[in-house]
């Protein structure tokens, strides 16, 4: 008889142990200083490659880990309980840059860039959303035409993370390649290496969050690349796009829970320290029961996330567990920096206190990868709506 059994494997525990530990010795002392630099923390990003994080989920034979995707997850989350800019960095550079290129890449385009993506040494990213819009993301405006052999891309991307780092090697960009046989628009995939002639990669963005984090808006303008830089089939870009989506979710759902459960840790070792009317606040049924609660959420977004993981990995549909995951995890990761905040009091509206880091931090996770909107029109569809 099947048991129903969220026990981690003796290997994943000891992956989670490890993370946890990196995140709290080498990302917790340094990060902050990044954070209000807005700059892009090089050295942690080496250590983590030097640990294996970024070939979590592929086979050796391409220099990855030969972990899955649920050791993927585990790591964004034991990295964003101490700090997001961190884990979304990892987030996107594996399950929206490699991803993709092992996903649907030819064998020759997965050895060529997914030993360097796997060390980390280089990082990749995916620019789906434009200027124009993002959830509607069929509505790419981007073109790709083909010419002597080569795609000429013209158009923008917007907001699309690790694209401008010093070892930023490529992006997988969305581009319409032409019109379908139904007349719609032919939506394919293209690999484009960093520094092609006509990529222009703006400044960073000034953020609300996420400020250690490379987020870029991108042009191309007549750029030209090799024919055989298509990833995938042309005209299954978008069928590409929604399963990569689909599976980043869960990645996205683990780093909420990450960011919910941390704000947890800095709510209790506070509630233990500050003294009110004589006693710590945390011997005040209004500060425990908000402490409580948001122990609460954190625990049912991760076995949320878990179970959209389980069912990936056992090769069943997860659409709409991924999406329940997202949606929820999001949702209750900015509440409880909200609380979190509110438990901290005026320390928790100073930078240096990392619940303020973790109140900027949770709102973009209700918007990126899918609105909260989009899972929740992704969830009414999975019921027949
Ligand atoms: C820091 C950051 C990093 C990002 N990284 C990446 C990246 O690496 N790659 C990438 O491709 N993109 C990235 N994004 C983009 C992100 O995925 C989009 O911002 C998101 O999908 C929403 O798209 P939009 O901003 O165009 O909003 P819009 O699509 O314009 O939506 C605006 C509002 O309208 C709502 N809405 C839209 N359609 C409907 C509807 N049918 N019914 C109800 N409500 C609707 C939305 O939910 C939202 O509230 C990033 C964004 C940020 C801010």
């Known amino acids: ?9 003796q290997e994943h525990e000891t992956l989670r142990k490890t993370v946890a530990e990196f995140a709290h010795d080498v990302v917790a002392p340094v990060i902050a200083e990044y954070y209000e630099r807005d700059e892009f923390p090089y050295d942690i990003v080496r250590q983590m490659g030097e640990l294996g994080l970024f070939g979590l989920p592929f086979p050796e034979e391409y220099g990855g880990m030969g972990g899955d995707y649920l050791a993927l997850c585990l790591a964004i989350e034991e ?27 030819t064998e020759e385009q997965k050895r060529t860039w997914l030993p360097k993506l796997c060390s980390g040494e280089m990082l990749g990213a995916f620019g789906l959303t434009e200027p124009g819009g993002g959830s509607d993301a069929g509505a790419t405006r981007t073109t790709a035409r083909l010419e002597n052999g080569e795609w000429v891309i013209n158009g923008t991307k917007a907001f699309i993370t690790n ?10 960009v969305t581009a319409v390649t032409g019109v379908g046989e139904d007349g719609r628009k032919e939506i394919s995939s293209i690999i484009v290496p960093s520094g092609t002639p006509g990529f222009t990669v703006s400044k960073k963005y000034s953020k609300v969050g996420w400020n250690a984090s490379d987020t870029r808006e991108l042009s191309f303008d007549d750029c030209r690349v090799p024919e055989a830089n298509l990833l995938g089939e042309r005209g299954r870009g978008y069928a590409q796009f929604l399963q990569i989506l689909d599976e980043g979710r869960i990645a996205i759902a683990a780093l909420a829970t990450g960011l919910a459960q941390g704000c947890v840790d800095e709510s209790v070792k506070y509630a233990k320290e500050r003294q009110a009317f004589g006693q710590p606040i945390g011997k005040y049924q209004a500060i425990q029961f908000k402490i409580a609660d948001m122990e609460t959420r954190a625990h049912t977004a991760r076995l949320a996330w878990y179970r959209a993981a389980e069912k990936m990995l056992r090769g069943e549909p997860f659409k709409k567990e991924a999406a329940i995951a997202k949606l929820y995890s999001s949702e209750i990761a900015v509440t409880n920096a909200r609380e979190a905040t509110q438990i901290h009091g005026g320390y928790g509206f100073m930078n240096e206190f ?16 899918g609105t909260s909107e989009v899972q929740r029109m992704l969830i009414a569809r999975e019921l027949g709506l």
């Open 1 to 9: 008889m099947p048991v129903l059994d969220y026990r981690l494997t």
């Open 79 to 105: 990295l964003a309980r101490v700090d997001s800019s961190v884990a979304i960095t990892l987030e996107a550079a594996v399950s929206l840059g490699a991803m993709p290129i092992y996903r649907f890449g």
């Open 163 to 172: 694209s401008g780092t010093d070892i930023t090697g490529l992006v997988t």
């Open 354 to 369: 990392p619940v303020a880091r973790m109140w900027r931090d949770a709102k973009i996770l209700e918007i990126g990868e």
